[in-house]
C-alpha cells in the first residue's frame, strides 16, 4: 500500500484521494496546510492521521511514500524539490511548473535521487480514449490540422471583475487560461502530434494582467493546430482533427468523453469508450504501477516518455507564453 500524502485542500485533491483509494494502491496517510487545524479537518475523514503546517517536517517524514501537491502553480517547484530531495514519489498537479527552467532543475535533482519519482497530473494522457484517439490518428493518412477549444467561464472571473485576484488569476502564482485549461490542449498536440516548429500565441488579458483567453497557433511541417482557451467565456464547440477526407471530433479535448470518427461518405461512428465517473483514476492506477515496481521494464519505459512529454509541454507553454509577452515572476529567478 502506497502511504500518501497530500498538499491542497481544495475540491481537486478530494477528488484525487478518492481516485488514489478507489484503486485500492494507496492509503491517505498525512496532509500538509497552512494550519493544522485545516489539514485536520480535511484529512481526518478521509482517514489521514499525520496532520502538519511545516512543508520541511512533512517531506522528510519517513511514514510517506508519495505526495500529491496541488497548491497554487507557482508552488509546485519548490515543493517538487522538497520531494525530490526527501526521495519521494512525487504526483504534482498541472501544470508542473511554472517555467521551462525550472524542469530542467527538477530534472537535473531526480538524477541525484534516484529513488524518486516525478509525475505530472495530466489526467487525460491516461485515459483510454487519449490513446484511442492516438491510434486512429495514425489511420488518418496525411494530417491537415486540428482545432481543439477548451473555454470555461471559471466562477473565480466573478471575483475578478470585482475587483480582486484569485491565485489563478495571478501572474505571481503563474496563473492564466494557458496555465490551466491551455495545458489540456498542449498535452493533446505533443501528445498526438509531437513538438511543433514554431508558436504563436495571442492573448486576451485579464484586468489582471493574465491571460483570460487567447488563441494560440502551432506550426507543423505540413499543418497548424489552433488551440482556442479561455476562462472569461463559455465554449460549446467540439474539438477536431482533420484528415483529407475523414475528421476525428471529440466532444472536448480535455474529458474525451465522446470521440467519433467521420469518414469520407459522411457516416459517423463512435470510437470512445465510456470514461470512469471519477476521471483521475486512470492516472492513479498508472503511477502506483510505477511506484510499486519501478525497475519492471514497461513501467520504467512508461515513466520516462510521460516526463519527457510533460518536459515538452512545459516547454511549449513556456515558448508560447513569451510570444503572447506575459512574464511571471518566477521567470526572473
Ligand atoms: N487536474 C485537474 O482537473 C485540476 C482541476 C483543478 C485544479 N487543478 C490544479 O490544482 C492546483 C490547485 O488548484 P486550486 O484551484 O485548488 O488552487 P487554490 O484553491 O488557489 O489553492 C489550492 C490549495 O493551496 C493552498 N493555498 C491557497 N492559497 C495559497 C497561498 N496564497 N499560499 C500557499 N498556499 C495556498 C490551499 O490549501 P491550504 O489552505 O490547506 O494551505 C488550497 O487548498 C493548480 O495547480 C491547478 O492547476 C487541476
Avoid: C
Avoid at 96 to 112: D, F, G, P, S, Y
Avoid at 178 to 194: E, K, P, S
Amino acid at each position: 500500500m502506497i502511504k500518501l500524502g497530500i498538499i491542497g485542500t481544495n475540491w481537486i485533491t478530494q477528488q484525487f484521494i478518492d481516485a488514489a483509494h478507489a484503486t485500492g494502491e494507496y492509503k491517505l496517510t498525512a496532509v500538509y496546510s497552512r494550519t493544522v487545524e485545516k489539514a485536520k479537518d480535511f484529512g481526518k475523514p478521509n482517514g489521514a492521521t499525520i496532520f502538519s503546517d511545516n512543508l520541511d517536517e512533512f517531506f522528510a517524514n519517513d511514514a510517506l511514500d508519495a505526495v500529491y501537491i496541488a497548491s497554487p502553480n507557482s508552488l509546485h517547484f519548490e515543493q517538487a524539490m522538497l520531494g525530490i530531495k526527501n526521495d519521494k514519489a512525487v504526483i504534482v498537479e498541472k501544470p508542473i511548473v511554472a517555467n521551462i527552467k525550472q524542469m530542467e532543475i527538477l530534472r537535473e535533482t531526480l538524477e541525484q535521487h534516484p529513488q524518486s519519482r516525478l509525475f505530472e497530473a495530466a489526467r487525460q494522457i491516461h485515459q483510454p480514449n487519449f490513446k484511442i484517439i492516438k491510434n486512429q490518428i495514425s489511420k488518418l493518412g496525411r494530417i491537415q490540422g486540428a482545432t481543439l477549444t477548451y473555454m470555461k467561464y471559471s466562477s473565480r472571473y466573478d471575483a475578478v471583475l470585482a475587483g480582486q485576484e484569485p491565485n489563478v488569476f495571478t501572474l505571481k502564482f503563474a496563473g492564466g487560461a494557458l496555465q490551466d485549461l491551455g495545458v489540456y490542449v498542449a498535452y493533446d498536440a505533443v501528445g498526438w502530434f509531437g513538438m511543433p516548429d514554431d508558436v504563436a500565441y495571442y492573448p486576451t488579458l485579464a484586468p489582471t494582467r493574465v491571460d483570460g483567453k487567447g488563441v494560440a497557433i502551432l506550426r507543423y511541417p505540413e499543418f497548424d493546430i489552433t488551440l482556442n482557451i479561455g476562462k472569461t467565456s463559455n465554449s460549446y464547440l467540439p474539438s477536431e482533427i482533420y484528415g483529407l477526407k475523414d475528421t476525428i471530433v471529440m466532444s472536448n479535448p480535455a474529458d474525451l468523453e465522446t470521440v467519433s470518427y467521420h469518414d469520407a461518405e459522411g457516416h459517423e461512428t463512435l470510437i470512445s469508450e465510456k470514461p470512469a465517473d471519477n476521471p483521475m483514476i486512470s492516472e492513479a492506477a498508472d503511477f502506483a504501477r510505477v511506484i510499486n515496481d519501478p525497475q519492471n521494464e514497461k513501467n520504467d519505459r512508461d515513466y520516462w516518455k510521460w516526463l519527457d512529454l510533460s518536459q515538452n509541454v512545459a516547454k511549449l507553454l513556456y515558448n508560447l507564453r513569451q510570444s503572447g509577452k506575459i512574464v511571471f515572476p518566477d521567470d526572473k529567478k
